[in-house]
């Protein structure tokens, strides 16, 4: 059974509390100040901008090197591409070069021309908060629009904005893991008491509700198996997974199947579009009401759709492995979403 919920009582599941907006504009303006000095990284950088030592984030600022610097070249190629459109949009042709979706020159034009003038300052700094928007803007125009728009440094304009989306992105929801707990619960509680509930709530029923039209082929038809959709947003997304990294759900020295899972999710870059957190609840009948072996959860995750530019064997980590059936995995070993299977405390008060 597979049931979405809609309702204007769900709606406040998507509402980012007001409360967190204080704590991300204090890890906001420290983005601000660290990413703005016109210096190469060091070791003590690494600290101030990754204490919980993510690889995504530490192989981004190796390759940023002077965020600085990366800031000035990203903002002369996108003054660069916004000469071009604007030059490409008087040619006599004009219209007859169809933008994606049919999206007007205009539209275009007003789109990079308000990225240009937010993130160059007044002051010869840059906005690090609009780093998102542009690696948006352009991952979006890299995909659908160059063959209208022929812009040669595009690809470039990429890497380097990526390279910064890599950093800003997951630590405006907290650089520390207390910052990263804080904002988390901020954001998601109402979405966590949520799943909680429905983990918790079960209805006893005397026969499947399972279409019989969809029925042929499964082995175990007359099985219960319920499905709940949950829809939610980027932000909710990062504080769910910084709550099941940080908020002590498992022991990493005592587990090492979450130990490799952790060690995978620590190289995603990036949150793509379909980014999947599956929760899975099994029951064991055969087990007492009251012991904790009758239930038991497994999380699946995956980090969404491959974008231009990335390749299938990223992030560089073993991910989650069998533990019947371990074996030493090669270097190019191409990786698979993480699953996790645990004796969960979010279910220890569950009851039948």
């Known amino acids: 059974m597979v049931q979405m919920v809609k309702s204007a009582n769900m709606n406040g599941l998507l509402d980012n509390d007001h409360e967190s907006h204080k704590y991300q504009n204090v890890v906001k303006e420290k983005l601000q ?25 530490i192989k981004a600022m190796n390759f940023v090197v002077n965020p600085f610097r990366v ?24 219209d007859e070069m169809k933008l994606y979706h049919g999206e007007s020159w205009e539209l275009m034009i007003r789109r990079w021309n308000k990225l240009v003038k937010d993130f160059g300052m007044k002051n010869d700094q840059y906005d690090i908060s609009k780093i998102p928007d ?23 304009l990429h890497a380097y904005a990526k390279a910064m989306a890599d950093i800003v992105i997951p630590q405006e929801y907290g ?20 799943i909680l509930g429905d983990l918790q709530r079960n209805v006893e029923e005397d026969s499947t509700r399972l279409d019989s039209r969809y029925s042929t082929g499964v082995s175990t038809p007359h099985r219960h198996v319920k499905t709940r959709l949950y829809f939610t ?9 910084a ?52 239930f038991h959860v497994e999380l699946h995750f995956s980090p969404g759709a491959y974008t231009c530019g990335q390749k299938k064997k990223d992030p ?37």
């Not at 703005?36 to 919980?52: G, H, I, R």
């Not at 990294?245 to 379909?274: F, H, P």
């Not at 270097?331 to 008060?349: A, D, G, K, R, W």
Request: aromatic residues 6%; hydrophobic residues 35%; proline residues 4%.
């Open 175 to 194: 650089i520390t893991k207390d910052e990263k707990v804080l904002i988390a619960q901020c954001i998601c509680a109402p979405l966590l008491k949520k």
């Open 33 to 57: 100040m660290l990413l703005n000095c016109d210096k190469d990284f060091v070791e003590a950088d690494k600290e101030k901008l990754s204490p919980t030592g993510s690889v995504s984030v």
């Open 316 to 352: 560089n980590s073993l991910g989650y492995r069998s533990q019947i059936k371990e074996k030493k995995v090669p270097e190019s070993f191409s990786l698979t979403p993480v699953c996790v299977c645990c004796n969960s405390p979010i279910i220890n008060n569950i009851t039948t």
């Open 134 to 156: 542009i690696y948006d803007c352009i991952r979006y125009d890299l995909q659908h629009n160059m063959k209208t728009l022929r812009f040669t440094e595009a690809e470039e």
């Open 233 to 241: 947003s980027e932000s909710h997304i990062h504080s769910l997974l």
């Open 71 to 94: 800031c000035e070249r990203i903002y002369s190629i996108m003054c660069r591409l916004l000469d071009g459109i604007r030059e490409l949009c008087t040619q006599p042709k004009a």
């Open 243 to 294: 709550i099941l990294r940080y908020g002590g759900l498992v022991d990493t020295e005592k587990d090492q199947q979450w130990a490799r899972a952790m060690e995978y999710i620590n190289c995603v870059s990036e949150l793509n579009y379909m980014t999947q957190i599956v929760i899975m609840l099994y029951e064991d009948p055969t087990k007492d009401v009251q012991s904790e072996e009758r």
